[in-house]
């Protein structure tokens, strides 16, 4: 039963969310989304990835009604512990059991906890969501396949903490460690875009909307998130299935470097002085003010911005707000409000549009003869990115973003997790290979190394290749694959495999490295 239910978590830097599949036959994938935010007046295929805990480290909400919460501004919240966009703390860090995550009012956490319970819910609320629609049937975490996406640029540290945390929440029992699966994101996406159908996409005054499917179609999928951008390049072979062209890759200059943007801008507006006072005093107001621009920069025009009145009463100790804006290009002062133009509001997009600008041309340089580029992401909801991208690489090739970029990803993840080998070929991320000893040759080895057995003199340490980067690895190709794919992609699950394979040791005078 459980390779036939799917259940697939998109833990996103600024949103997360699931899909499911509850199908029996591999051909039919039965797609539903949950939706959120029926508490705040909203409907979206995601919520905010924050997490709220009381001040004995006790689980209270996630998402939105986590947010509502602590927005409330009651003497309890300022007692508790908040944690929001916490995912990018694995980005380029050294992992420990021991990380810990600071909140906004300088308490801190262990990050494995904060991760494992943001999962715990995600499972449970899928588990209770299933549930009620399949007529109170009783389901565990032991009937589903789970699939967790990843960003590409992840490194097998922060994969083995999410496959811990996935542990520590329940997800992953004793017997079970086969029931999850880690889908990278661009990946997810690029499965679920090869299914969807002409109306699927945003047409952009190009021709056709539809995505090729024919063999020998390339294309780049763009994954636009909240902390990290992601690309990936594929070829559509004989079967639909996929064939990675380029080495998975991307950065951290994604939507929340915008974010960021627009936070110095407010801060150069208002003065160091009075905005970092106001950001210690009233944390409550900024996550407010934060999460209102996260809805206002998806559109590509002037935005209007309500004034907290803390902020207000701050800086008019100081002068008049007018004063404030005097200098100010493209942002005003009116009764109240802070009004940005969509030029101005544009410029806080800059640097993360140069940077997926430049990784795209790179990749276009490199002769792939590409033939569409795929953004997908709740970035890519933007349309002020959709239009530079757009604008950019037109003559290059045809650019298309699906209805609703936000969703792709889980609902790929469902069918990846369905058939994880729709991708038949991959580009090996690292050079793998063993410690092993050979004869020892007085031209070619180090004297240090050098050692003696009944067979005569041998040296050790010796690096013996199994695979190279960037090689082409696929599915099937024995165990130096399971070092190259299994271990990388799902912590240290492939690397025990490859010792069953040998009967539980290395083959003799061999060992891994």
Same mark, same amino acid.
């Given at each position: 039963m459980g390779e036939s239910y799917i259940i697939a978590i998109d833990f996103g830097t600024a949103y997360s969310g699931y899909a499911f599949s509850l199908t029996s036959r591999q051909e039919e994938v039965d797609l539903h989304v949950k939706f959120w935010?029926?508490? *705040? !007046?909203r409907e979206t295929p995601k919520t905010p990835t924050c997490i709220l805990f009381d001040e004995n480290e006790e689980f209270v909400s996630f998402g939105y009604k986590a947010m509502q919460t602590y927005l409330k501004k009651s003497e309890e919240s300022k007692r508790q512990f908040f944690f929001n966009c916490f995912k990018m703390l694995l980005y380029d860090k050294t992992i420990t059991t021991d990380l810990t995550i600071k909140a906004p009012n300088g308490k801190e956490m262990k990050a494995l906890k904060v991760f494992a319970e943001a999962l715990r819910f995600l499972k449970e609320d899928a588990l209770k969501t299933?549930?009620? @629609?399949?007529?109170?049937?009783k389901f565990t975490e032991s009937d589903f396949t789970w699939v967790l996406t990843i960003p590409t640029i992840?490194? @097998? =540290?922060?994969?083995?903490f999410m496959r811990e945390a996935a542990t520590k929440a329940g997800i992953v029992r004793n017997g079970t460690g086969n029931n999850l699966v880690f889908a990278l994101e661009p990946e997810a996406a690029s499965v679920h875009c090869k299914k969807l159908p002409p109306e699927g996409f945003i047409a952009e005054k190009q021709g056709g909307n539809k995505l090729d499917q024919s063999p020998g179609t390339r294309y780049i999928v763009v994954d636009c #998130? #909240? !902390?990290?951008?992601d690309i990936t390049v594929h070829e559509v072979l004989k079967g639909g299935v996929l064939k990675e062209l380029h080495k998975a890759s991307g950065n951290d200059i994604a939507g929340q470097r915008v974010d960021r943007k627009f936070k110095e801008f407010l801060r150069d507006?208002?003065?160091a002085e009075v905005w970092d006072e106001y950001e210690e005093?009233?944390?409550?107001? *900024?996550? =407010?003010i934060m999460y209102d621009f996260t809805l206002f920069k998806k559109n590509d025009e002037d935005i209007e911005i309500i004034c907290p009145l803390n902020l207000g009463m701050m800086a008019q100790k100081k002068q008049n707000m007018e004063e404030f804006f005097k200098h100010v290009q493209g942002a005003s002062w009116d009764e109240g409000s802070i009004n940005i133009s969509k030029q101005k509001l544009r410029t806080f997009f800059e640097e993360s549009l140069k940077s997926i600008t430049l990784s795209l041309t790179e990749i276009l340089n490199k002769g792939f003869k590409i033939d569409y580029i795929l953004l997908v992401g709740g970035f890519a909801e933007s349309q002020i990115l959709q239009k530079h991208i757009h604008d950019e690489f037109i003559d290059n090739c045809k650019v298309l973003c699906p209805f609703r970029p936000q969703e792709i990803i889980m609902k790929g993840a469902v069918e990846f997790g369905r058939n994880q080998g729709v991708v038949a070929s991959r580009k090996s991320a690292y050079t793998y290979g063993l410690c092993v000893s050979e004869p020892f040759s007085e031209s070619k080895h180090r004297a240090d190394k050098k050692y003696t057995t009944n067979e005569g003199y041998w040296c050790t340490d010796v690096f013996s290749k199994l *695979?190279?980067?960037d090689e082409d690895v696929g599915p099937c190709q024995g165990p130096w694959f399971e070092i190259a794919f299994s271990w =990388?992609? =799902?912590?240290?699950?492939g690397l025990r495999d490859l010792l069953k394979s040998w009967g539980g040791s290395p083959p003799k005078g061999s060992s891994q490295k």
């Open positions: 935010g029926e508490e *705040v !007046g299933i549930e009620q @629609n399949t007529g109170g049937k992840w490194d @097998n =540290s922060a994969k083995q #998130g #909240g !902390g990290t951008i507006t208002f003065s005093k009233c944390p409550h107001e *900024v996550a =407010s *695979v190279e980067i =990388s992609g =799902s912590g240290r699950g």
